[in-house]
């Protein structure tokens, strides 16, 4: 969008103003940029981390995947997973806390030996799949902030700090060749003026 202006000192105040307010915040910007790309490089790199963690504790138990056949799945839920938030890079961002299990009673003689270390499994699997899950919604949500102040980095460097300095500079010119051309007419007429005195003293 094409920037709107008057050819006068008041907008020329006003642009300069606001090109001061752009040139003094771009740094900011771009050092939040920055942040939020190196933050975004460690969450994705933690997330696949976690997502290969979650992939070995599943394939270490591929073998008795038969077994699980006889497991009652509703001897154990999730009962709450607490999670803590932080501000990074200012983007407010879900972190794992804690998470807690509802487990229903069993008979330790009738169901078999291997019961309470499914159980176990389990627990770490949910954990594993919580963790790179809240991974995952952290990136995305550093993914998104980063994408924005990019685009704010771009509007400010590549359209509105050019846009404003153009402007102003048009402003001054035009600005410089009315008083020239103001100048020049006040000169005209005081030679004209003098041209007239001149005429009358002789006359």
Known sequence: MALKFQYNKTSLQLLEKQLKVRVRALPTIKSKESALRMEVKRTKDRFHELENELNQQIKKYDHLASLWNEFNPELIAVKEVKIETKKIAGVL????????????????????????????????LAESGIRAELEYMKLERLEHARK?????????????????????????????????L????????????????RKEEVA
């Open 93 to 124: 961002l879900p972190l794992f806390k804690n998470m807690f299990f509802d487990e229903k009673p069993y008979s330790r003689f009738h169901a078999p030996v291997w019961f309470s270390n499914g159980i176990s499994l389990l627990k770490q």
């Open 148 to 180: 924005k102040t990019t685009q704010k980095v771009n509007l400010f460097e590549k359209v509105q700090i050019p846009g404003y300095s153009d402007a102003i500079r048009k402003i001054k010119r035009y600005l410089e060749d009315e008083e020239s």
């Open 182 to 197: 103001s100048k020049s007419s006040q000169k005209i007429m005081r030679t004209n003026l003098e041209k007239t005195l």
